[in-house]
C-alpha cells in the first residue's frame, strides 16, 4: 500500500514572526524534511484566503481576533488577517523542502473557511483529495504541520473518515490551543481511529 505524507499549512504566517504565529512553529521544518523520503507522494496543503475573507476578524464589524461567531455552517473562529494570496505570509517556510507532487489550496472561497485538506468548513465542499489519493493508490497518509490543534487534527479526522489508514506525527506539530482546542483535537482524532505517535 502506498503511503503519503500531508505536510499542513507550514507557512510563514503560522512560524513566529507571522500573523498567526503557533509557538515555536518554525521547528518542525526540518523534521519534516526529513520525513520526507520515507513516503511515496508528499501533499502540501496552503491556506489561501482572498482578503475579503469570512473568517478573518477584519472582515466583522467590532469583532477581535480569537472570538468565535455563528456562520450558516456552524460555528467560526475569527482569525486576524492571515495567509492571504500572494502575500509572503501565505508563501511557505523557506527551509522547507518542496520536492513533493501536489499543493492543495484551501479558505480560497469568501464565504467558508476550510481547515481540513479533504473538505471545507461546512463539511461537504470537497477539495479533491480523496480522489488524489486514491487514484495514485495511497492507502496511507501520515499528517505533519500546523496547527496541530486546527488544520492537522481537522484532516486526520476527515481522511479516517475517508478510509484512510491515518497517523499524525505530533512531534512534527505544533498547536495554537485556543480555549480547550488541543484536547478537544486530540480526543476528536482517538475517536476516529487516528493513530498519533
Ligand atoms: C489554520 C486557523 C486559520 C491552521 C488556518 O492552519 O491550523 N488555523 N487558518
Ligand atoms: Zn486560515
Same mark, same amino acid.
Given at each position: 500500500?502506498s503511503?503519503?505524507?500531508l ?28 520525513m520526507?523520503?520515507?513516503? =511515496?507522494? #508528499? %501533499? ?7 482578503? $475579503?475573507?469570512? @473568517?478573518?476578524?477584519a472582515?466583522? +464589524?467590532?469583532?477581535?481576533p ?7 455552517y ?11 494570496q ?6 511557505f ?7 513533493? =507532487?501536489? #499543493? %492543495?489550496r ?5 464565504d467558508? $473557511?476550510?481547515? @481540513?485538506?479533504?473538505?471545507?468548513? +461546512?463539511?461537504e ?5 480523496t ?20 488544520c ?14 491515518v ?20 480526543d ?6 487516528v493513530?498519533?505517535?
Amino acid at each position: 500500500m502506498s503511503s503519503a505524507l500531508l505536510v499542513i499549512d507550514v507557512q510563514n504566517d503560522f512560524c513566529p514572526g507571522g500573523a498567526l504565529a503557533v509557538a515555536d512553529g518554525d521547528s518542525i521544518v526540518p523534521i519534516i524534511n526529513a520525513m520526507m523520503p520515507e513516503f =511515496d507522494s #508528499i %501533499i502540501y496543503t496552503q491556506d489561501w484566503h482572498p482578503a $475579503d475573507h469570512s @473568517s478573518f476578524a477584519a472582515n466583522h +464589524d467590532g469583532a477581535t481576533p480569537f472570538s468565535v461567531t455563528e456562520m450558516p455552517y456552524g460555528p467560526q473562529v475569527l482569525w486576524p488577517t492571515h495567509c492571504a494570496q500572494g502575500t509572503v505570509g501565505a508563501a511557505f517556510h523557506d527551509e522547507l523542502d518542496l520536492k513533493g =507532487d501536489l #499543493i %492543495i489550496r484551501k479558505g480560497f472561497r469568501t464565504d467558508i $473557511d476550510s481547515y @481540513s485538506a479533504f473538505f471545507e468548513n +461546512d463539511h461537504e465542499t470537497a477539495t479533491g483529495l480523496t480522489g488524489y489519493l486514491r487514484t495514485r493508490g495511497i492507502g496511507s497518509v501520515t499528517l505533519a504541520g500546523l496547527a496541530l490543534d486546527f488544520c492537522v487534527a481537522y484532516s486526520a479526522v476527515d481522511a479516517a473518515r475517508e478510509g484512510f489508514r491515518v497517523t499524525v506525527m505530533s512531534e512534527a506539530c505544533r498547536a495554537i490551543d485556543l480555549d480547550g482546542s488541543l484536547t478537544k483535537a486530540m480526543d476528536d482524532m482517538a475517536a476516529a481511529g487516528v493513530t498519533i505517535l
